[in-house]
């Protein structure tokens, strides 16, 4: 049988797309625009996972959160609005499993998802690390190493060599990546790709002398081993 998610959140336009993409998925989904009839919902409902807004009319994301928890250990992802209220739920972390902040990538999202129900299935051996030759990525820790070395990087350079990783061999076009990186309502130039591809590819290629990074001219970048 396919997993319940709960959908607590207030924007519609954002709330049909996410339920739309988690339906294609094969997610059942489940849709409350405040908070109260989320929490109503949650609290009566057995859902596999609740996605939960924070600026919520009736009841915040956060009280919404708080009640859950007093009944419930159902894993939570909080959908925050862009940096202001991270720090606050980062501090929340005993009580959210996760959260993602909006704008955010459709495929991060389903990422997200994916982990937090293998965190509760049990399922946890699943996760495959992402590697392409000498270079590990360990998205639950959000690291990367090559050769065993750690390579600081970026959230949205983090985010674009995972998803070149996850289409390891596959060439992706720059809308593509704009796409999945940047999100769906991203406004601005593809050749933001190529900057973000040539922070890549110094902190990566140059630094440890190796070739991953290819560009495919006239279509876009693939990873891959030489
Ligand atoms: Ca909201």
Request: charged residues 30%; aromatic residues 6%; without cysteine.
């Amino acid at each position: 049988m396919s997993e319940r998610i709960l959908l607590v959140e207030d924007e519609e336009k954002l709330a049909r797309m996410v339920e739309m993409e988690l339906k294609y998925e094969g997610y059942q989904v489940e849709k409350a625009l405040d908070g109260r009839r989320g929490l109503e919902l949650a609290l009566g409902g057995s859902f596999d996972l609740v996605l939960l807004d924070i600026m919520l009319p009736q009841l915040s994301g956060m009280e919404v959160l708080r009640r859950l928890r007093r009944e419930s250990q159902v894993p939570v992802i909080m959908l925050t609005a862009r940096d202001s209220v991270v720090d606050k739920v980062a501090g929340l972390d005993s009580e959210a499993d996760d959260y993602i902040t909006k704008p955010f990538a459709i495929e991060e999202l389903l990422a997200r998802i994916r982990a937090a129900l293998r965190g509760k299935g049990g399922l946890a051996a699943q996760s495959l690390p992402l590697a392409v030759g000498p270079l590990v990525m360990d998205v639950e820790k959000h690291q990367v190493t090559v050769r065993g070395r750690n390579v600081e990087l970026t959230k949205k350079e983090f985010d674009l060599l995972r998803h070149l990783l996850e289409n390891k061999d596959r060439v992706l076009t720059r809308e593509a990546l704009l796409d999945a990186v940047w999100g769906f309502d991203f406004v601005g130039e593809t050749n933001s790709v190529d900057v973000y591809i040539r922070f890549l590819r110094s902190k990566l290629d140059d630094a440890f002398g190796l070739k991953l990074i290819h560009t495919v001219r006239g279509v876009g970048y693939v990873i891959k081993e030489d």
